[in-house]
């Protein structure tokens, strides 16, 4: 487990694509490092939306995955919440709709997103990027570019 100042906190901001778009193609990649994730919003109704989206989100595939209130939820590789706990022990917290990070501990990278298109949600990034660099996190910020996802800073 890592300590809460060993995790990496990323900022990943859509202009491109919506959320839906770009957060399985990123779960992937988390799952294909062996690694477990959270996705926390803040709205209930995404983690409604979230839960049948990403199962066909796409013909070939789907993101084993579920509500983190289910029976089980510690197995799951993916889990959808509103809450702050990690139950399946997620190496990547990832936060949408402006929802909180909360204690980093355990975590090695979280990763948020937000629509730059979205005047509330970039403000709320930018509030984050200041706490998550005052509590010592090392931070990334990556732009979405027609060539996929650029590193700015």
């Known amino acids: 487990m890592a300590d809460a100042a060993a995790c990496e906190v990323w900022f990943y901001h859509l ?15 988390t799952l294909q490092r062996g690694w477990k994730a ?4 803040s709205a209930r109704e995404r983690i409604d939306h979230l839960d049948g989206w990403l199962w066909s989100y796409r013909d070939e595939s789907f993101l084993p995955h579920a509500p983190a209130d289910e029976p089980n939820a510690a197995r799951q590789p993916i889990l959808l919440t509103t809450r702050t ?9 990832f936060l949408v709709d402006g929802a909180e990070a909360g204690d980093l501990a355990g975590y090695q990278r ?3 997103i937000f629509d730059g298109a979205d ?9 984050q990027f200041r706490e998550a660099k005052a509590r010592g996190h090392p931070v990334s910020y990556w732009k979405q570019q027609a060539r996929g996802w650029e590193k700015q800073a």
């Open 110 to 112: 979280c990763i948020v």
């Open 38 to 41: 959270i996705v926390r919003s």
């Open 85 to 93: 706990e990690n139950p399946n022990a997620a190496d990547a917290l």
């Open 119 to 127: 005047d509330g949600q970039l403000q709320n990034a930018r509030a």
């Open 15 to 29: 202009e491109r694509t919506g959320l839906d778009q770009a957060l399985p193609e990123l779960l992937e990649k």
